[in-house]
């Protein structure tokens, strides 16, 4: 078979492309306003884009009246963000900042999500994360316009915060213990709990 995306319905197109990319590693994005207000939600649609410099990359859609998110609106106002890892211990929280709120609500403090005082950004990161990573705006680069046009932030990593006990030789990341979740289709994700070398 084989499918023209620009043919079929906006949310038809999504389930499909969403369904095949998989598993997606999740962004949960923490980002404040100039004026304070802290938002914290996840995006799936999320990356590494470079080790040198360290840079990743996320993509926050417009909403179906073209309007932007608060998670962008935050981060053009304050050049800075925090994407915080999710292990699967910390699934149904994140889930639950994904929720719909009026500007200006704080998702994290809704959801029971313990923050911290960042380093070096003025984003807090959420605390029980086991990878977080403190970055810097690099761009943001608009892909389309108006409902469900996207928002491609680009993001220079400062600083990696990591648990000490998922560190293998002080040197990477042990996937086993890291427990950390992708998003698939719909309700559904997987967990890195199987993992295979070749």
Request: charged content about 20%; hydrophobic content about 45%; overall charge neutral.
């Amino acid at each position: 078979m084989e499918i023209d995306l620009s043919t079929l319905p906006a949310r038809e197109a999504h389930d499909l492309l969403t369904s095949a990319l998989i598993p997606r590693p999740i962004a949960w994005v923490s980002s404040v306003s100039a004026q304070g207000h802290i938002n914290l939600a996840p995006f799936s649609f999320f990356s590494g884009i470079t080790w040198c410099p360290a840079t990743l990359g996320f993509s926050v859609v417009n909403r179906p009246d073209g309007s932007r998110k608060d998670t962008i609106r935050n981060i053009e106002e304050t050049k800075n963000f925090v994407v915080n890892m999710v292990s699967q211990d910390l699934a149904s929280r994140m889930v639950e900042t994904s929720a719909t709120l009026p500007h200006g609500i704080n998702e994290a403090q809704k959801a029971g999500v313990p923050l911290v005082q960042s380093k070096i950004v003025v984003a807090p990161r959420v605390k029980e994360a086991r990878v977080a990573f403190e970055c810097a705006l690099d761009q943001i680069v608009t892909v389309g316009n108006g409902a469900y046009a996207g928002n491609l932030v680009l993001g220079t990593i400062l600083l990696v915060h990591i648990k000490d006990e998922l560190l293998e030789a002080g040197k990477t990341v042990d996937p086993i213990r890291f427990d950390v979740i992708g998003r698939l289709s719909g309700t559904r994700y997987c967990r890195t709990g199987s993992v295979f070398e070749i």
